[in-house]
C-alpha cells in the first residue's frame, strides 16, 4: 500500500530537523525506499536487488548518482569516526576531517554539497516517487 509506505517514509525522517544522510528527507533511506517501491510496482525482474543498479535507468540515473555520493560520504564518514553514524554536525571536529578526506575546502562546503545533494534528491522523488502521489 503506497498511503501506508509514504506514512512510514514520513514517520523516519529527523524531527529535529538535523543534518542526516541516511534519513534526511532525500536521503539514502528515502532513496532506498523509493528504488524499491518502484521497483515492485512494475513488476518486472530484476538481476539485483543493489539500489544504485536500481536507480541506474535512464529516467532515475541522476538519482543513482546522487546515492553513489550520498554513500561516499557515508562510508568516508563511518571509516573517520569508527562508528556507524550518517549524522553531520558543524560543531564536530569529524566534520573538518570528513570534508579534508574527501577533497572539500570546509566543513561549511561540506554541509553545503550534502544539502544541495539531498536538494536534487528532493525534486527527482517528488516527481517520480510512487509513494508520495499515492491517495
Known sequence: DLKELNRIRLELLPKDGGLDLKYSEGGLLDLELFAQTRTL????????????????????????????????????????SLESTAQLSKENEISQILAASLNIVSAEALFERVNELLELSRQGLVRLDPRRHAR
Open 41 to 80: 510496482q512494475m513488476r518486472s525482474p530484476i538481476s539485483s536487488g543493489n539500489t544504485h543498479r536500481l536507480l541506474s535507468t535512464d529516467e532515475t540515473a541522476g538519482l543513482g548518482e546522487i546515492y553513489n555520493s550520498l554513500r561516499q560520504i557515508e562510508q568516508t564518514l563511518q571509516l573517520i
